[in-house]
């Protein structure tokens, strides 16, 4: 029973994403004031560079002879991450900042961006979808941690995100530890906000570890969980698809968010890196970010460039 009204909650939610419509209108929707941008600097481990890959490059290897004998890009992608990856319900397509940049790279590769599949993958399965072939690569807000970085490769960052609380306006907490002490804090399984709630649960009661983020904003619709850990950039989507739940605290713990691809695939690393750089260059990124992010995250996209 819990479970069947589960899934009616995504579908409500996905549904009132579909609602809004793609030119991102979240800021009414979410009661006002847009996403505080993470102002940490970005802390990369003693072991790792968080930002390092390999330098542009567009030459044709082994996997991008591959993808292009099958003809089409395997992309990796969320469905429920509201203007970052979301199925309009209106129009039965995925759309968002990210799946504008899986476009991008079919176009680039391919010389047409609708030659790509997007595949949907959860927060728990993106990286043995990668490290087995089953994608070629993944665009799934997914931020680059040294952990991930010794079972997968990453491009160079393409958006600055940090750690964000998300709780219903009724709790009425006044910081992220107040917010979290004594009660079931949400984060997606094996995300980074897992992760930082493993290292330090800040008072937690109980972790709650759904296989993706939305299921965390549906369990705190159920009343089955409290609180939400999660990447700034989907404490904002949150928000923006109800208007109930606030943005908690500060934001802590910058990262940077990659796309990610089989460490043994160099040619297409280089080659999505290059993609990124012309992206960006060419305005691409920015008309992105003012489509889908602008409504809730701000009208400058200047915090959040790597």
Request: proline letters at 5%.
């Amino acid at each position: 029973m819990r479970k069947a009204r589960t899934r009616a909650l995504i579908a409500a939610a996905a549904l009132t994403a579909g609602l809004l419509g793609t030119g991102g209108s979240a800021a009414g929707l979410a009661g006002g004031a847009p996403a505080r941008a993470p102002e940490l600097a970005v802390a990369a481990a003693e072991d790792c560079d968080l930002a390092a890959s390999l330098p542009p490059k567009q030459q044709a290897g082994a996997k991008i002879a591959k993808i292009r004998q099958r003809g089409k890009l395997v992309v990796g992608v969320d469905q429920s991450a509201y203007n970052w990856g979301y199925r309009n319900p209106q129009t039965g397509k995925i759309v968002g900042f990210d799946i504008d940049l899986a476009h991008a790279v079919a176009k680039s590769v391919l010389g047409d961006p609708d030659k790509v599949v997007l595949k949907t993958v959860s927060t728990a399965h993106r990286i043995d979808a990668l490290k087995s072939g089953e994608v070629d690569l993944v665009v799934r807000a997914m931020t680059i941690t040294c952990e991930r970085k010794k079972d997968v490769a990453f491009s160079v960052p393409y958006f600055r995100v940090a750690q964000q609380a998300v709780a219903p306006k009724s709790l009425k907490a006044r910081g992220t530890a107040e917010a979290m002490k004594g009660r079931r804090v949400c984060a997606a399984l094996n995300s980074s906000s897992h992760t930082e709630l493993k290292a330090d649960s800040r008072g937690a009661a109980a972790i709650v570890t759904p296989d993706n983020q939305l299921d965390c904003l549906v369990l705190m619709e159920l009343g089955e969980a409290d609180v939400t850990l999660s990447d700034s950039s989907l404490a904002a989507a949150m928000i923006a698809q109800d208007p109930t739940m606030e943005l908690v605290g500060q934001p802590f713990q910058s990262a940077f968010m990659g796309v990610g691809m089989n460490q043994n695939d160099t040619d297409l690393i280089a080659w999505v890196n290059q993609v990124l750089a012309d992206w960006r260059s060419s305005g691409g990124w920015r008309a992105s970010y003012d489509t889908w992010l602008r409504a809730s995250m701000g009208a400058s996209p200047d915090p959040y460039l790597p």
